[in-house]
Structures are given as C-alpha cells and as structure tokens.
C-alpha cells in the first residue's frame, strides 16, 4: 500500500478549559476514500479544521508528503494540495458558475494595467470540467444559485480537483441532499478518487460512508475509537462505535432498528 | 458515454429568450428609467432641454453625483455604505479650500494631499467597520456628523468665524492643473463644430456651449473604468465574492480586508474630487456643500440595480442612475411643474427600483 499523503498524528486541540480533541491520529493515501465518522460534537469538524489550516492543534504533529509541516492559514494548506468543501460550499449564490469557479484564483491574460480577467478562457474551462463531473450547464453565466444542491456541492468538489487537490476534504457532502442528489455525489466523490485523489468523506451516515469508503475511522469524544477497512466491519458496528455503544443499544431496541 | 453525447446540449433546457438575457442585467432597470423620463420630459418640457446646451445644464449635476454614485455602487456590491461621503465632500473641500488660499499651495500638491487625506479617512471607516464588526450603515453614520461637525469648525477656524471660504477662484488662476479639474473641455472642439455649423454659435461665432464641463469627463471616464474593472478583472471579481458572502469569499482566497479598505478609500477619494471640482468651480466652499447628497449616492446605485444586501449592480447602472437624477432635478425647471415634485419623485423613484431590483434578483438566481 502506497505511503500516505497526509498523516496526522495525535492531534490534540483546546480551547480555553475545553478538550476538543483529544488525541486524533489519521491518514489519507493516493486515491482512497477514508471516511471519518462521527456523532454530532465528536470533533470532526474541529478535526478536519486543523488539517485544512484553519486551526493550528495544540499538541501532535502533521506529516505532509513525508515532511512534518504546519499550515499558518488556509491559504498555505490550499496551495500544498489540501482543499476543503465546507458545508456552505464557499459559493455565492447570486455570481456565477465560472465567475465562482475561478473565485480568488482568476485566470487573467495582458500585462500590467491591461492585466484582465480571461473570462473566455474560464467560461470554456468552467464548462469542460463540469461536463467531466456529468453536468451539463445551460451556460457558464448561469448563477449558482440556479443550481441544485447535489450540483453546488459537485461544482465545489470539480473546482477543488481543478486547481490540484492531493486531499479533498468534503464535510458532510451528503447531509442536506435528496436521494438522488446524494447518488450524484457519491458517483463524484468514485470519480475523484480513481484519478489519484485522496478523499477524506465526513459523515454521520453510515450508509453514505459504507457506499464509498476504502477505510473508515470513528471519532468519540474528541479521540478516535479506531480505524477499520472495507469488509473489516459491518454498518451496525460502526452505528454502534459513533454513538458510543450503550446507550444506542438500548434506543436502537425500543425504536424497533429503524435507525 | 462517449464524449459526444456529453457535450450535447442538456435537451431539458429551452433556448433563452432574448429578453431574459436582458433582464439578466443588473442595470437594465437604469437604462429603462432613463427612456421613460426622457420621454416624459420630451412630451412635457420645454424644447431647449435637449439642445446641446441643455443637456450640459443636467449632465453637470448628473456628473457631481454619478462620481459619487459609481463609488457607492462599487462599495454597495463589496458589501458595505458608506454613508459620510456627502459630509466627505464638505470636509475635504474644506481642507482643500485652506490647501489653496490659506496655505498658498500649488495644486498640484493642494490636490494629491487633499485625496489622500481623504483615502486615510476612508480605510479608517473600513478599519472600523472590519474590526469592530459593527454594520458600516452606523460606523458610517457616524462619520456623517463627525466629519459635516469639523467642516464647519475648521471653517470657522481658517477663515476667523465665517462659515464659508472663499478666494479659491483666485488663489488657483494660472495652475497648471487647474484646467483637469475646472472649466469646460475640448473647447477647440466646440469651436471647430461652430465654425463648421454642426452646434449652435452665437453671432461673435462663439459656440453656445464653449466646452464640456470638465466634471462630464471625469464621470464618463470613471463610469467606464469601474465598469471594465468590475466586469473584466479579478479585482472586480472579488469585489462580487465579497459582497456576495464575505466568509465564503475568504475561504476561497479572496482578500476580503483589502478590498473591502480600498473601496472604502475609493469612496472618499471620490467625495474627494468632488470636493475639488465644485469648490474650484465655485470659488468657495461652505459646510453644507453635499448635502444629503450620500443619499443620493446611495439611491442613484441603487436605480443603477445594487442590491442592499450587496454582490450585485453595476457601475454603469449608477452611471444612469445618476443621470435620471441630473435630469429630473433641471428637467423640471424647464416644465410648469413645482421644481419641489423633486422630493416626491426621489422617494418613489427609490422604492420603485428597490421592488424592481428584488424580483429581477428572485427571477434571475432562480431563489425560491
């Protein structure tokens, strides 16, 4: 098995008197899918904060590409090859699809006062790489607000494989989509990964994670409960492993296993 | 699937219709605005208002306000009012005023000094705005009485309790400068066109109209510059991100804070040469001069198809609001009608576009 991309090894992160995470050890290789799953509050955010730059840990160390490093902002984990989709996406409804594609990283032709945004060359750009991702736009000017959510989130992840990703990070890609939708995404999220991308998938469905994960670690309580891979473990014992066992047994019994 | 049939055409989606293309504008309803009035003055106003000299008479209005307005548009897209410009304008025609005659500058110090005193005052607006979090509507409000408060203070500083200045005529006759930003343009123009009969002359043979009122050119030549920017650079791209959603904007690699000061220095800056042009063209200065005129501002971008919530308008349609403005305030003096409707039509003139505006917005996001 190839060496990991990213490793994060026993990440910790306070703030103030809170413990938020405790302990986290991870790692992202070369086109697979690792899911990190976790209830509400288990730190996944916080988490995935730390390794997009956001967050400095308070303690543990980051291996990029077998060199330790530490990320000063966002801007820095972007440009060694960490992207992130944040649930909000980082798009803007009420601009368009190229003009939100290309956002912050305009490609631009002519020189000094005459430097201009190449709105042709993003327009054909735009459109070539979400036909790659199976969306047809009426138009690079189309406004993203147009668009449905499966299609926001596939213009997000296209964006992010576009300008390079090694690690594309998506936070909870799947919570807020119907179906169908939720399909498309995954189908995304295949495709990505058979070019070589590394993708770390956050959810708290297990079913959405079961569908596309190569290996799958459980966060609890700011610490990680373990790493499995693919046919390791079943869809209830990671149910069980995210909620902290117990008590979901107990739920789980009166509710009848609908959950 | 071969690539063929992914490069198709989506067969769900219909042609667009030409006029939806249009409506897609944002300052489509601008330009309508400036059809229907000058329709309406057509029919009711006295001929000599479209003559060449009677378009000159509402252009220079037009001018005064549209520099500010196309500044206020810029920073309305980036998000943000900036509600001390008017105030802008008196406070630094002030410290122009004292620059010239009570100093004794060339304008060519005079000027830049005055602006960048004015582009310091603004980021410190933007500064405020950004570190405190606080709306920029009340930051800026503020700094609507501050700056309106030490106007007239510093006016009755330098001049020895006058609350208006004067000598700024004399005190820049003979600047080299002073034909930038005073006085009328391409008058060699005008006369060639006289001489040829095209415009109108007078029996001496001198042009009816000597020239272009400088402050016409400075607001057409903004007009286009703030229009390519915002359509044709990053800069302009960013200008939309930020105002459309400043967090997303900044995840994104946007330099929220950059932009967001220098559109505010912009905007003084431009209450700034207005400052300039009008005291120069005066002569003098007082502590009322733009009034109310961040309002106008304001509303002249908002005609021009700014939204209030920002990442959306246009400069060139700030560039017609503003002349639906010039056109109403003289137009009416050449009808029967009370000069006073002013007022009213501002008001309705506001609500209409902001209504405007908001279903266009619905219509072309598609926002349910």
Redesign the interface.
């Known amino acids: 098995m190839s060496a990991p991309i990213i490793h994060m090894e026993n990440i910790k992160k306070h703030y103030g008197n809170v413990i938020a995470l405790n302990g986290v050890t991870f790692d992202v290789r070369a086109g697979e899918c690792h899911c990190l799953l976790g209830d509400n509050g288990a730190g996944k955010s916080t988490f995935i904060k730390t390794m997009s730059g956001v967050h400095k840990p308070t303690e543990g160390t980051i291996t990029f590409e077998g060199k330790p490093l530490s990320f000063g902002s966002?801007?820095d984990a972007?440009e060694a090859g960490i992207a992130t989709v944040?649930q909000?996406?980082?798009?803007?409804?009420?601009?368009s699809v190229t003009?939100n594609f290309?956002?912050?990283?305009?490609p631009?032709k002519g020189r000094g006062i005459f430097?201009?945004?190449d709105?042709d060359t993003a327009n054909e750009i735009t459109m070539a790489e979400m036909?790659k991702m199976?969306i047809?736009l009426?138009?690079p000017?189309q406004?993203?607000?147009?668009l449905s959510g499966g299609e926001r989130q596939t213009v997000a992840i296209a964006r992010a494989v576009y300008f390079g990703a090694k690690v594309l990070i998506l936070d909870e890609p799947t919570s807020a989509l119907g179906v169908r939708q939720t399909a498309n995404v995954l189908a995304t999220i295949n495709r990505v990964r058979s070019q070589g991308i590394g993708v770390v998938f956050i959810s708290h469905n297990v079913r959405h994670a079961m569908a596309v994960g190569d290996r799958f670690t459980v966060l609890n309580r700011g610490q990680t409960l373990g790493t499995a891979t693919r046919g390791e473990i079943n869809p209830a014992q990671l149910q069980d492993m995210m909620a902290g066992g117990q008590e979901m047994a107990e739920l789980e019994g009166s509710l009848g296993g609908t959950i | 699937m071969s690539i063929d049939t992914?490069?198709?055409?989506?067969e769900r989606?219909k042609s667009?219709p030409f006029l939806t293309k249009l409506m897609?504008r944002p300052e489509l309803g601008a330009i309508g605005g400036v059809v229907l009035v000058t329709i309406f003055f057509m029919i009711t106003a006295d001929r000599t208002m479209f003559t060449l000299s009677g378009v000159m008479n509402f252009m220079t209005p037009a001018a005064q306000l549209g520099i500010l307005g196309i500044a206020a548009a810029l920073l309305m897209i980036g998000g943000e009012f900036d509600l001390s410009i008017g105030s802008m304008v008196a406070f630094a025609g002030m410290v122009f005023g004292v620059f010239v005659v009570n100093v004794g500058m060339p304008l060519v110090i005079a000027i830049p000094l005055t602006l960048a005193l004015a582009a310091v005052l603004g980021a410190t607006n933007g500064m405020i705005v950004l570190r405190t979090g606080l709306p920029s509507f009340i930051v800026t409000l503020a700094g609507l009485f501050v700056l309106r408060g030490a106007a007239l203070v510093g006016l009755k500083l330098f001049t020895g309790g006058s609350t208006q200045l004067r000598g700024i005529r004399e005190a820049v006759e003979g600047d080299f400068l002073a034909p930038i930003f005073s006085g009328d343009a391409f008058g060699f123009v005008m006369r060639w066109l006289a001489e040829a009969g095209i415009v109108d002359s007078f029996k001496s043979g001198v042009p009816k109209v000597p020239g272009i009122p400088v402050e016409i050119i400075w607001f057409v030549a903004f007009a286009a510059i703030a229009t390519?920017i915002l359509l044709?650079?990053?800069i302009?791209?960013?200008i939309?991100?930020t105002g459309?959603?400043a967090?997303?904007?900044k995840?994104?690699?946007?330099p929220v804070r950059r932009v967001k000061i220098s559109l505010f220095m912009l905007t003084a800056m431009a209450a700034a040469l207005v400052a300039i042009i009008t005291v120069i063209d005066a002569g003098s200065t007082d502590a009322r001069r733009g009034f109310m005129k961040e309002f106008e501002a304001i509303i002249a971008a908002v005609i021009g198809g700014c939204?209030l919530t920002g990442?959306?308008g246009s400069a060139i349609g700030a560039f017609f609001g503003a002349i639906i403005f010039g056109m109403v305030t003289i137009g009416l003096t050449y009808t029967k009608f009370d000069q006073d409707w002013f007022q009213v039509f501002l008001g309705a003139m506001l609500l209409l576009a902001v209504i405007f505006n908001n279903v266009i917005?619905r219509r072309?996001?598609?926002?349910r």
Do not use: C, H, Q
């Open positions: 966002p801007r972007m944040f909000d996406l980082a798009m803007i409804p009420l601009m003009r290309f956002m912050g990283r305009e631009t430097k201009r945004f709105i036909r199976g047809n009426r138009g000017d406004a993203v607000g147009t | 992914l490069a198709r055409a989506d989606i667009e897609k390519y044709r650079t990053p302009g791209n960013w939309f991100a459309g959603d967090l997303a904007a995840n994104s690699g946007v939204l990442g959306y917005r072309v996001t598609g926002e």
